[in-house]
C-alpha cells in the first residue's frame, strides 16, 4: 500500500468514526506480514510513492541497509519497507536529514538509547504541531481572501 493509500485510509477512518489519529490507528492499518517475499527496488519506490533515487540516497545516507541477491539486486524485507515507511512520514513532517540519521543510528545503538530517541521525537512532534498551527493560520488567512473576492469558503 502507498504510504499516500494509507494516509488517505487512516483520514477515512477518522472521517468516518470522527475518532482522533492515533499511533494505534496507522499501526492497525500497516497490515503485518503483507509481503510474501522481499521487494524490489523499483517496487518500493511505487509502493511508497518515492523514486528509486530517493531509496538509493536513504541506503547512501545510512538511514537503512538492504540486503541483495545474487545478482546484486536490492531486496527490501517488511523490516526495510516498514522503516522507509517511518522515514519517508518523518521526510514529509518536515524532520531533517541530520536528525533522521541521528535517529537511526540512537536506534542501531540499542535500547540505552530509549530516552534520546524519544526526546529527539517529543522535540520533532512540537515542531510539527507549531507547522500544523502555522498553516492553519495561512489556511485562514487564504479563506478571508477568497471570501472577500466573494468566492466560497470551504469546510
Known amino acids: 500500500m502507498a504510504t499516500m493509500d494509507l494516509m488517505n485510509k487512516a483520514l477515512a477512518a477518522v472521517i468516518d468514526s470522527e475518532a482522533p489519529i492515533t499511533v494505534e490507528l496507522l499501526h492497525d492499518l500497516i497490515e503485518p506480514g503483507a509481503l510474501s517475499e522481499p ?5 518500493v519506490a511505487e509502493l511508497l510513492d518515492i523514486s528509486a533515487h530517493t531509496l538509493r540516497y536513504y541506503e547512501r545516507s545510512g538511514l537503512i541497509e538492504v ?15 516498514r522503516r522507509l515507511v517511518f522515514l519517508t512520514r518523518m521526510r514529509l513532517s518536515g524532520m531533517p536529514m541530520r536528525d533522521l540519521q541521528h535517529y537511526v543510528e540512537l536506534v542501531d545503538g540499542g535500547e540505552q538509547t530509549v530516552p534520546e530517541r524519544l ?7 512540537d515542531t510539527v504541531r507549531r507547522r500544523i498551527r502555522e498553516l492553519q493560520l495561512s489556511l485562514a488567512a487564504t479563506e478571508y481572501k477568497i471570501a472577500t473576492y466573494g468566492g466560497a469558503t470551504g469546510p
Do not use: C, K, N
Request: hydrophobic letters at 40%.
Open 119 to 125: 526526546d529527539l521525537l517529543v522535540e520533532h512532534r
Open 67 to 81: 540486503a541483495r541477491d545474487s545478482l546484486d539486486h536490492r531486496r527490501y524485507d517488511e523490516a526495510a519497507v
Open 39 to 43: 521487494l524490489s527496488i523499483a517496487e
